[in-house]
């Protein structure tokens, strides 16, 4: 294996998947022999490039299956929520426009076909649906996003057998409420035509997001589909939850003036999510007795398996950088500086735990450097300490005198 290939390995759509007895899907089956769609991912050389020009990164998000769409009710309400109520247009794994009572109807159908219940009745039931989202970086044309989100579609879940419905989200002077990136919803029925099951792993999320941004190229869209250890990136990313969360608490801050009483409610609500479960709980802990002893926290085994995978990263960049050098070609060279100056300014490998404690050993110095700052402005308690002590000196001297 080549130094390119050790350090932006690509797909091999023949090997990576385990036979599975024609009891569920692989995404990547897509573009077989009778498909007239090609299972291409990047080459390494795009994925250079992209690293060096900055492009964003391909976004796709998956749900969990274990906690997907069970009931009839969750079904419905999935599909209202990503048609806001009417507010944008439903398109079926056709490319036509339905309207949401005629696309309720047909979700009515699946439920009929897989017996899905009203109420949950069994925890472990597999999901019956489930929920994905393709995403574009703000100032991407959303007609364009939604072009490539169509084709991904018919080429992933359409080209083998699986329904689905498909709603383009975008801000506008119609939805001024919506975020600033545009990024499509698909709502894909669990099985397909043949009662296949559609299974979603690691491995096919690696391969939409590649399969995507080549098609994404082809709409005119630029973007790099790398792993986060390959960007440098070792803190584990924030949940779906948690970033919705953080956005609700940062409108409320930049929403009208609260007063001190209502500050304190959403930090004692903040506070109770954080500490009702047991393992939070304990992360808090390890801080507080971190910061109070002046100790780093120690380095779990997964992190030391991230500084590995860091080190042998680096020395594979390394390696596809002399390789780029040799090669004479100025393009080649360019990539080669980028990805020398992108390599050599990564941040340390360190822990979400980790990078909190150094975050708030940061602020509480610059807490006690401030509160020994010396400042011509005296607080009204200090002007009456020193006005007491006057007076004691005052009286001493009186004394003295007398």
Not at 44 to 52: L, R
Not at 104 to 121: G, N, R
Not at 237 to 243: E, F, R
Request: aromatic share 6%; with cysteine.
């Amino acid at each position: 294996m080549s130094s390119a290939d050790n350090f932006l390995p690509g797909i091999n759509t023949e090997e990576i998947f385990k036979r599975t007895r024609g009891k569920v899907v692989n995404v990547t089956a897509a573009g077989g022999k009778n498909s007239k769609y090609l299972p291409r991912g990047l080459t390494v050389k795009e994925k250079a490039a992209g690293i060096a020009y900055n492009r964003a990164e391909s976004m796709i998000k998956l749900d969990k299956a274990s906690s997907g769409i069970k009931t009839k009710a969750h079904m419905r309400a999935a599909l209202e929520y990503i048609a806001r109520h009417e507010k944008f247009d439903v398109e079926n794994g056709h490319g036509d426009i339905v309207d949401l009572d005629k696309a309720v109807s047909h979700l009515d159908e699946w439920c009929a076909d897989m017996q899905v219940p009203e109420v949950t009745v069994d925890s472990k039931r597999p999901a019956d649906a489930r929920k994905i989202i393709v995403s574009c970086p703000e100032g991407t044309d959303p007609q364009k996003v939604l072009g490539a989100a169509r084709q991904l579609g018919q080429e992933i879940f359409k080209e083998q057998g699986f329904e689905y419905f498909m709603v383009l989200h975008c801000r506008d002077e119609q939805h001024p409420k919506e975020p600033p990136h545009p990024h499509v919803h698909f709502l894909v029925r669990a099985t397909n035509n043949l009662g296949r099951r559609l299974n979603l792993r690691k491995a096919d999320l690696r391969y939409m997001r590649e399969r995507f941004a080549v098609i994404a190229k082809e709409y005119g869209i630029e973007l790099n589909a790398t792993s986060r250890a390959v960007r440098g990136k070792t803190v584990k990313a924030k949940t779906q939850a948690q970033i919705h969360q953080e956005e609700r608490e940062l409108q409320e801050r930049q929403g009208n003036k609260q007063s001190q009483a209502q500050k304190w409610a959403i930090h004692r609500k903040k506070q109770a999510r954080q500490a009702q479960h047991p393992y939070q709980k304990q992360r808090l802990d390890e801080l507080r007795a971190a910061l109070e002893t002046g100790k780093e926290l120690a380095d779990h085994p997964i992190l030391r398996k991230a500084k590995a995978t860091r080190s042998k990263i680096l020395e594979n960049v390394a390696a596809y950088i002399k390789e780029l050098q040799k090669n004479g070609d100025a393009e080649d060279k360019f990539i080669a500086k980028k990805l020398k100056e992108r390599y050599s300014r990564l941040s340390s490998v360190e822990s979400a735990q980790q990078l909190k404690l150094r975050i708030a050993k940061r602020k509480l110095a610059e807490k006690l450097a401030e509160q020994n700052k010396p400042s011509g402005k005296q607080s009204q308690a200090q002007k009456w300490a020193i006005h007491r002590k006057k007076q004691q000196l005052n009286k001493k001297e009186n004394n003295a005198e007398r």
